[in-house]
């Protein structure tokens, strides 16, 4: 999609508002507030109208919560959750960035599932991957992060965080533009924060999160304060550099899996299907780049084999046991010699022919155990046995 054509599309997120899609494209945006407020509502409008015009984007949810969007927009959920269309883990997050970008698939990242440390690797991976592939591609691409201060924290530097505020930062190049969510207006890294372009900033009601909004909005201390704190669900005060205004964003049309919960029936709604094209092309690049979990796969099967293989050794060599335990030796004979070169051979080898050549004992030598049909009752005379014989032992 051409600037030009950005230009002259229509966002509506606010009937206060009159944005075109070149507003919010190449942009980082901020989207903050206390727990109910509207930011995730907030977020989700903005999803939705990019969605509209056929934007690709990400979305990381640590909540679960953004799968509504799949009532009217065809997104795929990755991730480790029972929304996910298809279940992926931290290693083929790299994956996952090429085909959303490279095919403009809109991605949902439910990382809800995954431990912090998995989340963590899932998102260095993907944010790599996607960076260095846009340098490449250079195409609008809008990435939304809840509880930003989790991977943007503030006063920590991580390789996350440095990723991240370097897609913030120069990403617009690239096409790349990061919305961050948070109700954690002092956990968030101010740097990142006073960098946005844009900043959706809903209620807040403590001392220490206004003393930020100060920083964050180019009006005066005791306006901020007023407003602030006369701010309803969905209410915000915007800021786009030097301008900020009271506006009021509109409800989500799509289901809100993150909805605050009344004593109303809630409907789940239909939801738009992933094209099965794309969830092949994800499974195939899957396969060929070979996941951790598929590597560890490939391990156990690969120890499974040899396993089986040792299982079967040891019991050719007690079957190969039990059949001299029937035999008898003379006192000199070297037993365990015999057992030792015996249990070299093949089990189908163990035949009284083998056995002379193995260990050079004679059927002469070797003396059968007589079963009790073969010889009278309490008789048990010994007899001479020939290689013949020595071959119908009894199948132990
Ligand atoms: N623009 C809006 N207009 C009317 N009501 C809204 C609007 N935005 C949010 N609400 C109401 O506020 C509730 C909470 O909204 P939302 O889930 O977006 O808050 P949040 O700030 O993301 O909260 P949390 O931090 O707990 O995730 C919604 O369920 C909805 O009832
Ligand atoms: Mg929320």
């Not at 939801?271 to 590597?295: H, M, N, Q, T, W």
């Not at 365990?336 to 193995?358: N, Y």
């Not at 059968?368 to 009894?394: I, Q, Y």
Request: some cysteine; aromatic content about 6%.
């Amino acid at each position: 999609m051409s600037d030009t054509h950005l230009k002259h599309l229509n966002i509506s997120i606010s009937k206060d508002l009159d944005l075109k899609l070149e507003d919010i494209v190449g942009k980082s945006i901020a989207v903050i507030g206390i727990t109910g407020s509207g930011k995730t509502n907030t977020v989700a409008v903005i999803l939705e109208e990019l969605l509209e015009h056929g934007m690709p984007l990400a979305v990381v949810d640590v909540e679960g919560e953004y799968w509504g969007l799949k009532e009217k927009y065809e997104v795929l959920v990755v991730g480790k959750s029972e929304n996910a269309d298809i279940e992926v883990s931290p290693d083929d997050a790299a994956v996952i960035a090429e085909v959303s970008l490279s095919r403009n698939v809109p991605v949902i990242l439910d990382i809800s599932g995954f431990l912090s440390e998995e989340q963590y690797r899932f998102l260095i991976n993907f944010f790599t991957r996607l960076w260095n592939l846009s340098g490449k591609l250079r195409k609008p691409y809008i990435v939304a992060i809840e509880e930003a201060q989790e991977f943007i924290p503030q006063g920590v530097r991580t390789d996350l965080k440095e990723l991240l505020t370097l897609i913030a930062r120069r990403g617009r190049k690239r096409g790349l533009s990061v919305i961050m969510a948070s109700q954690r207006t002092t956990l968030i890294d101010k740097n990142a924060l006073t960098q946005t372009a844009i900043r959706f900033l809903h209620h807040v009601n403590f001392e220490n999160d206004l003393n930020i909004y100060y920083d964050l909005i180019p009006l005066p201390r005791k306006e901020v304060k007023q407003t602030i704190l006369s701010l309803k669900p969905g209410d915000c005060i915007l800021v786009r550099g030097s301008e900020a205004r009271r506006v009021h964003i509109r409800l989500r049309k799509t289901f809100h899996a993150g909805y605050t919960p009344t004593l109303e029936p809630v409907k789940t709604p239909e939801l738009k299907k992933v094209s099965d094209e794309i969830l092949e092309a994800i499974k195939r690049a899957k396969k060929s780049g070979k996941s951790e979990a598929e590597r560890l796969q490939e391990k156990v099967k690969e120890l499974e084999a040899k396993l089986a293989e040792r299982e079967k050794k040891i019991n050719e060599l007690e079957s190969i046991l039990k059949t001299l335990s029937y035999l008898k030796f003379p006192a000199k004979m070297d037993v365990e010699k015999l057992v030792v070169r015996s249990a070299e051979l093949p089990v189908q080898q163990s035949s009284g022919v083998m056995l002379e050549q193995s260990s050079g004992v004679t059927s002469e030598q070797i003396t059968e155990r007589p079963s009790a049909e073969s010889t009278p009752e309490g008789n048990r005379a010994e007899k001479r046995v020939t290689t013949t014989d020595f071959e119908e032992l009894p199948n132990p």
